[in-house]
């Protein structure tokens, strides 16, 4: 076999073997992909009638429902990384990437199984998440190309942060922390075009929520999926992921690398 | 020491280490004959497991070489890793896998091809008596359980170079002989192995030479019969009950170590039934009541008191990341 041939082989093996974790730790899975589907309910029914009105004239619930999807699809993406964090905070803390650092395999498919294992969550969550909005009423316009669309996006953007939390994951130094550092996600989607219209909130807040990575992925989304223009956001989005991916792929190979190198045990 | 021909076996020069400022590893070398074992003996925090660590490409070494099986660390770390096997202090093992998948999961990563791969998964199964529980979580696995198949993992490429890092720290005595056993067949089939062990014993039932570490160097090297004719042998402790006795003991034997407090005489004795009743007539003779004795066999304390003047220091404190993951 090739060099390459390797190293699609070992990401492999550690892909199957990140998708078995996911099965053998139920509960964080579940967690994972339920928290949003709570969040989802809690929009559309607790908020979503007063929030709905917002929205204009004539407008509700409904309206509310068909415009807070996207802002729940982020919120997937964002609470399945937390997982992909403490997996790969969990892996670092063990033994385990010691026997991986001392055999003849691919360095990098240690952290290749978690990403890919982790974009396959991702769109699962996604697709569970799809299923439980069009079964609430979610109503939309798009054509199958938008629909690819818009999933591209967000498979995009997940794929970013998911690299990002690979990284925060590495640079952890014990479980726990893991778990908590990519809250500060879920605090940036609120921050975001993700609930409400970026138009509603004071100056300051406005210009931060318009200017960061969120809003334009949530734009770009809803625009496909309402069928509206989309406008510069899909561009704004595709560079965010980009660059993202980039910084956060190269600060977690550096971290992984160097990873233990100066520690005495 | 450095006559081991260059393909084979394992040869460190001058190994030097630091952490910090502080110096872990200072100039070991070390020579390991093929199919053979070096026991690296010492307590916690000399710098064993840093040795096993430079040696195996966890870390690079600050200066000196290290070659495994000809193939040197640094320029060749894969064609190290593409040889040996590597069994830590803390279960590297993959705890939401069973016990097979563990096996199943190391055959992938060394390319056996599917059935190949489980045919040698069945083998190990067998080998380390793991079959029953081949299909449990490894939740379920006993210490002495996850130990077996943490080396089992190990054994999975048959490397040619294996190192042990403290493989029977924390075992039962069933266990540690169990893993006793299946080192030495490891040896008997050519494996070249370095383990490191804090128990005398230990490297006196496996290893074909010992390397004493203190400090971060070698002190002593050699058979265990050349390092058991340097140390003095045993002891037998006194205890008395007032200190007039003691005295009077004091100035009748010869004295290897006494206690005023604990009104303890430590005497030399090699443990001998003979020398025993020597010594309990001589007491006898000088009308010298003696309260209890206790017969002692030399342990790692003795090998560091006789190489190197001074006891092992008590300094738990030193490594305490190895012993926090010993514990677990």
């Known amino acids: 076999m090739t060099t390459l041939a390797y190293t699609l082989s070992d990401s492999r093996v550690m892909l199957r073997r990140n998708l078995k974790h996911q099965l053998r730790y139920p509960s964080m ?28 004239a004539h407008q509700g619930r409904g309206a509310y429902l068909d415009y807070v999807v996207p802002g729940l699809l982020l919120i997937t993406a964002a609470s399945v990384v937390q997982g992909t964090s403490i997996m790969v905070a969990m892996d670092m803390t063990g033994g385990i990437i010691d026997r991986f650092r001392t055999m003849a395999i691919a360095r990098a498919s240690v952290l290749t199984g978690h990403v890919l294992g982790s974009l396959i969550q991702t769109l699962a969550a996604v697709a569970i998440l799809i299923g439980v909005a069009f079964g609430l009423g979610f109503h939309s316009s798009a054509a199958p190309l938008d629909w690819l669309a818009a999933i591209g996006i967000l498979a995009l953007f997940a794929f970013a942060l998911i690299w990002l939390a690979v990284a925060l994951g590495l640079a952890a130094k014990s479980v726990e922390t893991a778990s908590n550092t990519p809250m500060v996600l879920l605090l940036l989607l609120f ?21 960061q990575p969120f809003t334009p992925v949530a734009d770009t989304m809803r625009g496909l999926l309402s069928g509206a223009a989309i406008g510069g956001h899909a561009i704004a989005a595709i560079a965010w992921s980009i660059g993202i991916a980039a910084v956060s792929y190269l600060w977690a190979i550096r971290l992984y690398n160097r990873r233990r190198a100066a520690e005495p045990k | 020491m450095t006559s081991v021909s260059a393909a084979t076996g ?4 001058d190994v030097c280490k630091s952490f910090g400022d502080h110096l872990v590893l200072d100039r070991v070398s070390l020579a ?11 307590p916690n925090g000399v710098g064993k497991t ?13 200066s000196g070489a290290a070659r495994i099986a000809g193939h040197d660390v640094v320029a060749d770390p894969d064609g190290v890793r593409a040889v040996i096997g590597v069994t830590g202090q803390f279960s590297a093992v993959d705890n939401l896998l069973t016990g097979a998948e563990n096996l199943q999961l190391m055959t992938d990563l060394r390319h056996l091809g599917r059935g190949v791969g489980r045919r040698r998964v069945a083998e190990l199964l067998e080998q380390f008596d793991l079959t029953g529980a081949a299909h449990k979580l490894l939740s379920t696995y006993s210490g002495g359980m996850r130990r077996r198949l943490d080396l089992a993992m190990t054994l999975v490429g048959e490397p040619r170079v294996i190192f042990l890092d403290e493989p029977t720290t924390g075992l039962d005595p069933r266990s540690r002989h169990t893993m006793w056993q299946i080192i030495r067949q490891l040896a008997a089939a050519g494996v070249t192995i370095l383990l490191t062990t804090q128990y005398l014993d230990e490297a006196d039932q496996l290893a074909d030479r010992i390397a004493v570490l203190d400090q971060g160097r070698v002190v002593a090297e050699g058979t265990p019969a050349e390092l058991k004719s340097r140390i003095p042998g045993g002891h037998v402790q006194l205890h008395f009950a007032d200190p007039d006795e003691l005295h009077s003991a004091a100035e009748l034997l010869p004295v290897a170590g006494r206690d005023q407090n604990q009104l303890v005489l430590q005497v030399p004795a090699d443990g001998s039934v003979d020398s025993l009743r020597e010594l309990l007539d001589e007491l006898h003779r ?10 002692h066999t030399p342990d790692l304390d003795d090998v560091f008191f006789a190489v190197t ?20």
């Not at chain 2, 000088?286 to 206790?294: D, G, K, P, Y």
């Open chain 2, 309 to 328: 003047g001074s006891h092992v220091s008590t300094q738990p404190a030193r490594d305490p990341a190895a012993q926090g993951a010993a514990k677990r």
């Open chain 1, 29 to 56: 899975t579940v967690m994972l992909i339920g928290l949003p589907i709570v969040l989802l309910l809690l929009f559309v029914y607790v908020f979503g009638g007063q929030l709905g009105a917002g929205l204009g």
């Open chain 2, 10 to 13: 394992i040869v460190a020069q």
């Open chain 2, 32 to 42: 390991v004959e093929e199919g053979t074992i070096l026991a690296l003996l010492g």
């Open chain 2, 50 to 62: 840093t040795m096993v660590r430079v040696l195996s490409t966890l870390i690079p070494a600050d």
């Open chain 2, 286 to 295: 000088a009308r010298i009541e003696v309260q209890r004795l206790s017969i």
């Open chain 1, 191 to 211: 921050l975001s075009s993700g609930f409400v219209a970026t138009a509603t909130m004071p100056t300051g807040l406005r210009q931060f929520a318009e200017y």
